[in-house]
C-alpha cells in the first residue's frame, strides 16, 4: 500500500482543494497534516506526530511546504484535548508585539533552518522518500523595506544542504504563483492558489516524484468564471459540490489523527464541479 503524508500552511491545507488532493491521486492513501497559517516549529512537529501516528517506513512518501521564517506556533491544551494554535507572521501581528523581546529575525530564521534540517536528516535516517518545497525563497530574509540575501553564515551552510535533489520551486510557492499570472496574463487574485494553480504545484511534485497524477487541461476556464463572478463564488460552489452524494472535493477530518485530514481523489468530482460552476455562472 502506497502512503502520501503532507505537511505545510494554509497552501497544503485550506479551505478547498490544494496541491495535496491533486497528489492523493497517485497514493493509496494521503494524509494531510498542513494547517492555515502553521510556521515551521509545527510543520516539523507535525512530522514527527505523522511517524508515531502511521509508523512511517520506507515504502512511505512526505511531501512537505515548508512556511516562513516569522510564523508562531503555540503548542495549547485544556483538560479534554491539545491542539496547535497557528497563527501566522509574528511580527504582522499586533498581538504578538510582546515576543520582540524573546525573538529576532536572525533567530527566527536560524530556528527554522534547524527544524528543516532536521527534519531532512530524520526522513534520511529512516530511508523514507521526500521532496521539500517552501511558501517563500529560503534565501532571503524579509526586512521592513524589501527582501535581501539571506547573509548568516550558518543558515547559508545549512540550506546548501537542504536546497538538493530533493528540493523543488526553491523561489518559493508564492513567487511561483505570481509569476505564473503574470506570464499567463491571469485575472485571479488572492494570495492563495486556485484550482488550476494547486494542479500545476502537484504536477510539479509528481515529475520530481516520478509518479502519474490525474490532471485535467481545462482547469483555468473554470477558474476564470469564479473570479468573474466574485470573490465569494468559490465558497458557493464548494458547500454544493459537497453534499452532492456523486462526488467528493472537501477533505475529511480523521479523528485517529488528531492534526490530519485524509486526502481522496475522486476521479469525477472536477467533472461534476465544472457542470456546476456552468450552471452558476454561464447564462
Not at 462526488?247 to 479523528?255: E, G, M, N, V
Request: charged share 20%; net charge negative; with cysteine.
Amino acid at each position: 500500500m502506497s502512503r502520501l503524508i503532507v505537511s505545510g500552511c494554509s497552501f497544503t491545507n485550506y479551505w478547498h482543494p490544494t496541491w495535496a488532493w491533486f497528489m492523493s491521486s497517485a497514493y493509496d492513501e494521503t494524509y494531510n497534516y498542513g494547517q492555515s497559517g502553521a510556521g515551521n516549529e509545527y510543520i516539523y512537529h507535525s512530522i514527527i506526530d505523522a511517524d508515531t501516528d502511521l509508523e512511517l517506513n520506507e515504502n512511505d512518501t512526505v511531501v512537505i511546504a515548508w512556511s516562513g521564517y516569522s510564523r508562531f506556533d503555540q503548542f495549547s491544551q485544556n483538560q479534554d484535548s491539545q491542539w496547535w494554535k497557528t497563527s501566522g507572521d509574528w511580527s504582522h501581528n499586533p498581538a504578538f508585539k510582546s515576543l520582540e523581546q524573546f525573538v529576532n529575525d536572525d533567530g527566527w530564521a536560524r530556528k527554522s533552518v534547524n527544524y528543516i534540517a532536521a527534519t531532512a536528516r530524520y526522513l534520511k535516517s529512516k530511508n523514507i522518500k521526500y521532496v521539500f518545497t517552501s511558501l517563500y525563497d529560503l534565501q532571503s530574509r524579509n526586512t521592513g523595506s524589501g527582501s535581501l540575501v539571506q547573509t548568516d553564515s550558518y543558515i547559508v551552510k545549512l540550506l546548501a544542504e537542504i536546497y538538493d535533489a530533493t528540493f523543488i520551486y526553491p523561489r518559493g510557492l508564492t513567487n511561483e504563483m505570481f509569476q505564473y499570472r503574470v506570464n499567463s496574463a491571469s485575472e485571479t487574485f488572492g494570495s492563495h492558489p486556485n484550482l488550476s494553480e494547486h494542479q500545476l504545484i502537484a504536477s510539479g511534485i509528481a515529475d520530481k516524484l516520478g509518479v502519474p497524477i490525474y490532471t485535467h487541461t481545462d482547469l483555468e476556464q473554470y477558474d476564470s468564471l469564479i473570479v468573474s463572478a466574485g470573490s465569494d463564488a468559490f465558497g458557493k460552489v464548494l458547500p454544493l459540490m459537497n453534499s452532492r452524494k456523486s462526488a467528493f472535493i472537501l477533505t475529511k477530518p480523521r479523528s485517529e489523527c488528531i492534526p490530519a485530514t485524509t486526502e481522496k481523489y475522486y476521479r469525477n468530482s472536477l467533472d461534476e464541479y465544472k457542470k456546476l460552476i456552468t450552471e452558476l455562472f454561464i447564462k
